[in-house]
């Protein structure tokens, strides 16, 4: 009698215990990479055989937030309708077979946004006992963006400066590592002061040996992506604004140079043009202007070697040939009068030389110059007439000594020029020609 109760009793628990609605999902956590189709799967038993209507339920909430949760398609057996809710649809769709226990979960194109809590909940009536819902988590995992670089701070010697990295987007959270190579492209020896933490990496009085190329490289479990950046650290005075103000300095100083010189080869040009035209004639006391522009020595009385030299052409044939002038003489009745021709025409010349200068003068003051200028030409012009008129008079006087010696050698032509003997003459010797012929 006592073993067939304990038999009864059995059974009945194992009744209960097959009787009851068991909902499973296989994984706790499900991990995709973003814009992936992906399919959640859900499972469920049932005591009642072929149950008349069964109702599947998938909702969400935040993983990390208690908040309420939301349903996004709900399936009713009876009629076979499926509801879904407008934010998921042309994405959310249901994979069921009632008769096997499948109710799974097919999402399209998942995004981060994705990344919840889903629940699968199935409700069969007269069969409400066990455990009617289960949950997952959807994992939706994104590569690292390419991470930006940037330098916080002067790179001057003796600063401190942070080389910052980060990516935008990157789930899980991306890790962050930086490398350095100096000019010479060997890695850098790590100073122990150095840190890095989140991207970060804090540098400490830096030098020139801290100049190089940096390398920021930000990598999960999805994929990694870097940056480069090139540190060049200088010292402090030869930042961008004073290497600017040295160029412009420099460039300042060159335009003053060109244009003082400029102004001087100006200048110099215009001296030369008023030397040529005889305006700085009396800068030069001891020379004269000629016609043709060239300037010679103005001849005083107290020098007269000059006018010897110009008149030994004369005094030579008087010199040299005493015994021909009394031919002359029987010849020509008057014989000086070829020297008074020469003397006059030789005056005549010099007269228009003169007027000629004159007229050049008075051409050029009307040309040239102004009120304020005359007064100074009419100076020089004044000293010129004054050396003119000394020239004329030694010239004068010249002339008259010259006449004199010739009557002197008329009146004894037939006696030594001077007090030196010459040779006796051959009889048979040629007449020279005259120095007038």
């Known amino acids: 009698?006592?073993?067939?109760?304990?038999?009864?009793?059995?059974?009945?628990?194992?009744?209960s215990g097959v009787g009851a609605l068991e909902v499973t999902i296989p994984e706790e956590e499900y991990e995709f990479s973003r814009g992936a189709n992906i399919t959640l799967p859900c499972t469920f038993t049932s005591r009642l055989t072929n149950p008349p209507q069964v109702i599947v339920q998938w909702s969400v909430t935040e993983l990390e937030v208690n908040g309420e949760r939301k349903t996004?398609?709900?399936?009713?057996?009876?009629g076979s309708v499926t509801d879904?809710?407008?934010?998921?649809?042309?994405?959310?769709?249901?994979?069921?077979?009632?008769?096997?226990?499948?109710?799974?979960?097919?999402?399209?194109?998942?995004?981060?946004?994705d990344e919840k809590q889903f629940e699968c909940r199935v409700n069969i009536p007269g069969d409400d006992e066990g455990q009617p819902a289960a949950t997952t988590n959807?994992?939706?995992?994104?590569?690292?963006?390419?991470?930006?670089?940037?330098?916080?701070?002067?790179?001057?010697?003796?600063?401190?400066?942070?080389?910052?990295?980060?990516?935008?987007?990157?789930?899980?959270?991306?890790?962050?590592?930086?490398?350095?190579?100096?000019?010479?492209k060997i890695p850098h020896i790590k100073d122990p002061r150095t840190t890095s933490r989140g991207g970060i990496l804090s540098l400490f009085n830096i030098t020139k040996e801290t100049s190089g190329y940096y390398t920021c490289t930000s990598r999960n479990k999805v994929g990694s992506a870097s940056c480069n950046i090139t540190l060049s650290v200088i010292p402090r005075t030869m930042n961008i604004g004073s290497t600017a103000g040295i160029i412009v300095g420099v460039v300042a100083a060159l335009l003053i140079l060109g244009i003082v010189?400029?102004?001087?080869?100006?200048?110099?040009?215009?001296?030369?043009?008023?030397?040529?035209?005889g305006v700085r004639e009396e800068g030069y006391p001891g020379k004269e202007q000629d016609r043709n522009g060239e300037r010679r020595h103005a001849e005083t009385s107290d020098d007269r070697p000059a006018d010897d030299d110009d008149h030994s052409d004369v005094r030579a044939p008087l010199r040299d040939q005493p015994e021909e002038r009394g031919e002359r003489r029987e010849r020509d009745p008057d014989p000086h009068r070829d020297y008074d021709d020469h003397s006059n025409d030789r005056r005549r010349d010099y007269d228009g030389r003169r007027s000629d200068y004159d007229d050049g003068g008075s051409d050029y003051i009307d040309r040239r110059y102004d009120d304020?200028?005359?007064?100074?030409?009419?100076?020089?012009?004044?000293?010129?007439?004054?050396?003119?008129?000394?020239?004329?008079?030694?010239?004068?006087?010249?002339?008259?000594?010259?006449?004199?010696?010739?009557y002197r050698d008329d009146d004894r032509y037939d006696e030594p020029y001077d007090d030196r003997e010459r040779p006796p003459v051959p009889s048979d010797k040629p007449r020279r020609r005259d120095y007038d012929d």
Not at 1 to 10: G, H, S
Not at 72 to 78: E, K, P, Q, R
Request: hydrophobic share 30%; charged share 30%; glycine share 2%.
């Open 84 to 113: 879904i809710k407008a934010k998921y649809e042309k994405r959310v769709s249901l994979d069921i077979n009632v008769a096997s226990g499948k109710a799974n979960l097919r999402l399209a194109s998942i995004q981060s946004e």
């Open 138 to 184: 959807l994992v939706v995992v994104v590569p690292p963006a390419v991470p930006i670089c940037a330098i916080q701070g002067k790179s001057e010697y003796g600063h401190n400066i942070n080389l910052t990295c980060v990516s935008k987007e990157g789930s899980p959270s991306p890790q962050y590592e930086w490398t350095s190579l100096n000019a010479r």
């Open 1 to 15: 009698m006592e073993t067939n109760i304990f038999t009864f009793t059995l059974l009945c628990l194992m009744m």
């Open 72 to 78: 996004i398609v709900t399936y009713y057996s009876a």
């Open 372 to 406: 304020d200028h005359r007064s100074d030409y009419s100076n020089s012009r004044e000293r010129y007439n004054d050396r003119h008129d000394r020239y004329a008079d030694n010239r004068r006087r010249d002339v008259e000594r010259d006449r004199e010696v010739r």
């Open 261 to 277: 010189i400029y102004c001087c080869c100006c200048r110099k040009k215009k001296e030369d043009e008023e030397y040529a035209m």
